[in-house]
């Protein structure tokens, strides 16, 4: 979408368009359904103008589950979308920030604004940069839409004076998309740019989203990085820069809000035999190297030194970790779990594994269980040695 049919889309005639496309069922918008209401409009709108209301009203029904109850009145085009951060975690960075001395923040690079709303929600005094104009128009259409402050620029992150901000934050675009992955090679504004606010001197009140990939030793000196989770997602890793950073490194769990820090990490802890309850930490925790603290919080210690599992005699309601309740040891070879399982009348099962070399979904195929009963098993290794565990979620 070009930012000339952005502004078309802002247009008391576009908005009376949005909002009666807006009423119809998904399935009306599309198919044999959507052309003919579309061929319809097109005697009394111009086709560009309707095409673009189709594409934006279904874009928006999509968006409501990582925009919330905003989405039906953002402006956004299917890559913005994918870009932008889900509300929950938008929101929690957002208010982490308008805790600390900053009042004023320049966004470079700030898409459609998710992040700039969020942060204009929190108080912040909020100024957005993109270098695309018609993300400008959308972000700038957004805080209008929603009756925020602030105003937003077409430039280049790397021209901006940022002496005029408090506090900078920074979601480079990644080729190839945001997964786990961390290629900084990709980023834009780039790595080297990023990593320049992160250690000047004297030190600025910079956040950086990144991806949940990112490897520790890529943060800088004095800088915290915080995995966030949110409904079990890993979704980023932020960086924090040194004037905002309270520890190293932060696993944060979302929506639920409760973080672990590297100052409650022990650090490593000896595994030992395993004990009533297990505990598999959420992917933050672990993805932080935070698994030592959970076993502190829950008063227990590792299976395996290198494996992201606990085991307590105690339990312990945390949304760190999930817990479960260790219900019998099974032989680990397979024929013989085979028989173990369907003795059991298991029909149902979940498999988790962690540290051995299994690929769930075939095991199950050869498993080919029947039974009634639904069942998790856990296939790991306990003190260096395959374990297959039956267990029950503790919810
Ligand atoms: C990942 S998106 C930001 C998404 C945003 N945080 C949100 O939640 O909606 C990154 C944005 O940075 C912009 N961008 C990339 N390089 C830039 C540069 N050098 N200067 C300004 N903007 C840039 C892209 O156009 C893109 O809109």
């Given at each position: 979408?070009?930012?000339a049919?952005?502004?078309s889309?802002?247009?008391?005639?576009?908005?009376?368009?949005?909002?009666?496309?807006?009423g119809?069922?998904?399935?009306?918008l599309?198919g044999?359904?959507?052309?003919a209401?579309?061929?319809?409009?097109?005697?009394s709108h111009?086709?560009?103008?309707?095409?673009?209301?189709?594409?934006l009203?279904?874009?928006?029904?999509?968006?409501?589950?990582?925009?919330?109850?905003?989405?039906?009145?953002?402006?956004?085009?299917?890559?913005?979308?994918?870009?932008?951060?889900?509300?929950?975690?938008?929101s929690?960075?957002?208010?982490?920030?308008?805790?600390?001395?900053?009042?004023?923040?320049?966004?470079?690079?700030?898409g459609?604004?998710?992040d700039?709303?969020?942060?204009?929600?929190?108080g912040?005094?909020?100024?957005?940069v993109d270098?695309?104009?018609?993300r400008?128009?959308?972000?700038?259409?957004?805080?209008?839409?929603?009756?925020l402050?602030?105003?937003?620029?077409?430039a280049?992150a790397?021209d901006?004076?940022?002496?005029?901000?408090?506090?900078?934050f920074?979601?480079?675009?990644?080729?190839?998309?945001a997964g786990?992955?961390?290629d900084?090679?990709?980023?834009?504004?780039?790595w080297?740019?990023?990593?320049?606010?992160?250690?000047?001197?004297?030190?600025?009140?910079?956040?950086?989203?990144?991806?949940?990939?990112?490897?520790?030793?890529m943060?800088?000196?004095r800088?915290?990085?915080?995995?966030?989770?949110?409904g079990?997602?890993l979704?980023?890793a932020?960086?924090?820069?040194?004037?905002l950073?309270?520890?190293?490194r932060?696993a944060?769990?979302?929506?639920d809000g409760?973080?672990l820090?590297d100052?409650d990490?022990?650090?490593?802890?000896?595994?030992?035999?395993?004990?009533?309850?297990?505990?598999?930490?959420?992917d933050?925790?672990?993805?932080?190297?935070?698994?030592?603290?959970?076993a502190?919080?829950?008063?227990?210690?590792?299976v395996?030194?290198?494996?992201?599992?606990?085991?307590?005699?105690r339990?312990v309601?945390?949304?760190?970790a999930?817990?479960?309740?260790?219900?019998?040891?099974?032989?680990y070879?397979e024929?013989?779990?085979?028989?173990?399982?369907?003795?059991?009348?298991?029909?149902?099962?979940?498999?988790?594994k962690?540290?051995?070399?299994?690929?769930?979904?075939?095991l199950?195929?050869?498993?080919?269980?029947?039974?009634?009963?639904?069942?998790?098993?856990?296939?790991?290794?306990v003190?260096?040695r395959?374990?297959?565990?039956?267990v029950?979620?503790?919810?």
């Amino acid at each position: 979408m070009d930012a000339a049919t952005v502004r078309s889309l802002t247009t008391p005639a576009a908005r009376r368009l949005l909002a009666e496309l807006a009423g119809l069922p998904p399935s009306e918008l599309v198919g044999a359904p959507g052309l003919a209401r579309a061929s319809r409009l097109r005697r009394s709108h111009d086709a560009r103008l309707v095409a673009a209301a189709t594409t934006l009203v279904a874009l928006r029904q999509r968006a409501t589950a990582k925009l919330g109850a905003d989405a039906p009145h953002l402006l956004l085009d299917r890559t913005g979308l994918e870009q932008a951060t889900r509300f929950t975690v938008a929101s929690h960075r957002a208010a982490r920030l308008a805790h600390s001395d900053a009042a004023t923040v320049v966004d470079l690079g700030c898409g459609i604004g998710a992040d700039m709303v969020a942060m204009a929600r929190a108080g912040l005094r909020v100024t957005g940069v993109d270098r695309d104009p018609a993300r400008v128009a959308m972000a700038r259409a957004n805080l209008a839409a929603l009756a925020l402050p602030g105003q937003v620029l077409v430039a280049d992150a790397l021209d901006v004076d940022l002496s005029a901000y408090d506090a900078v934050f920074v979601d480079p675009a990644r080729r190839g998309g945001a997964g786990r992955s961390f290629d900084p090679a990709a980023w834009s504004p780039p790595w080297t740019f990023v990593q320049s606010l992160l250690t000047a001197e004297p030190a600025r009140h910079v956040v950086v989203k990144t991806a949940p990939g990112l490897p520790h030793a890529m943060v800088p000196p004095r800088v915290e990085a915080e995995w966030v989770s949110d409904g079990g997602d890993l979704v980023e890793a932020a960086l924090w820069g040194p004037p905002l950073a309270t520890a190293r490194r932060r696993a944060t769990v979302l929506p639920d809000g409760t973080t672990l820090t590297d100052v409650d990490d022990p650090g490593p802890l000896p595994a030992g035999p395993l004990l009533e309850h297990l505990y598999e930490p959420d992917d933050a925790v672990t993805r932080a190297g935070l698994v030592t603290a959970v076993a502190t919080l829950v008063g227990g210690r590792l299976v395996d030194e290198h494996l992201a599992y606990v085991t307590s005699d105690r339990l312990v309601a945390t949304p760190l970790a999930r817990a479960y309740r260790v219900v019998e040891v099974l032989p680990y070879r397979e024929r013989a779990l085979r028989a173990a399982l369907r003795a059991r009348d298991v029909g149902t099962l979940t498999i988790k594994k962690r540290g051995v070399d299994v690929v769930p979904e075939q095991l199950r195929r050869r498993l080919g269980l029947s039974g009634s009963v639904v069942a998790t098993l856990v296939l790991t290794r306990v003190e260096g040695r395959g374990t297959a565990l039956l267990v029950e979620p503790l919810d």
